[in-house]
């Protein structure tokens, strides 16, 4: 294979950009990858960038653990504002700790579904 500018000398690479062969004079190495011209450096290392971001959001973006802790403060919620009814029942008078944490849990839960339900949207 032939550099695309430079016919005669030998290719070591080819564009990570647009595909072309280069040799060893006109090659832009940028580190990982060779280009042919500043213009393709740049876009190449802007998609490289990219997919670097990329990588990472999905490796944040866990929305199975936000979900199960969602749960948990709905579980929470339901066992305390339940037995916080049962006892308000019971005894005629409102258990005001149950009810006020059985409704904290709910706040929470609706919050932190809220908030899974935003970053799953920004994948
Ligand atoms: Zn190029
Ligand atoms: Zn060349």
């Known amino acids: 294979m ?3 500018t430079h016919t005669g000398s030998p290719a070591i690479g080819i564009c990570k950009s647009c595909g072309k062969a280069v040799c060893r004079s006109c090659a832009k ?7 042919c011209s500043d ?4 876009e190449a290392a802007d998609v490289h960038e990219m997919n ?21 403060w709905f579980l ?5 504002g339940g037995f916080g009814i049962f006892q ?9 700790f149950l009810l006020l944490f059985g409704a904290a849990c709910l706040f929470i839960a609706i919050l932190s579904y809220r908030r899974s ?7």
């Open 29 to 35: 190495d940028a580190g990982v990858f060779i280009t």
């Open 88 to 96: 308000t029942i019971k005894t005629g008078q409102p258990d005001w």
């Open 117 to 123: 339900k935003e970053s799953g949207l920004q994948c």
């Open 76 to 80: 929470f919620s339901a066992l305390f």
């Open 52 to 72: 670097q971001r990329g990588k990472k959001i999905y490796g944040i973006g866990t929305p199975k653990k936000m979900a199960s802790g969602v749960i948990m």
């Open 2 to 4: 032939e550099c695309f």
């Open 39 to 42: 213009k393709c450096e740049k």
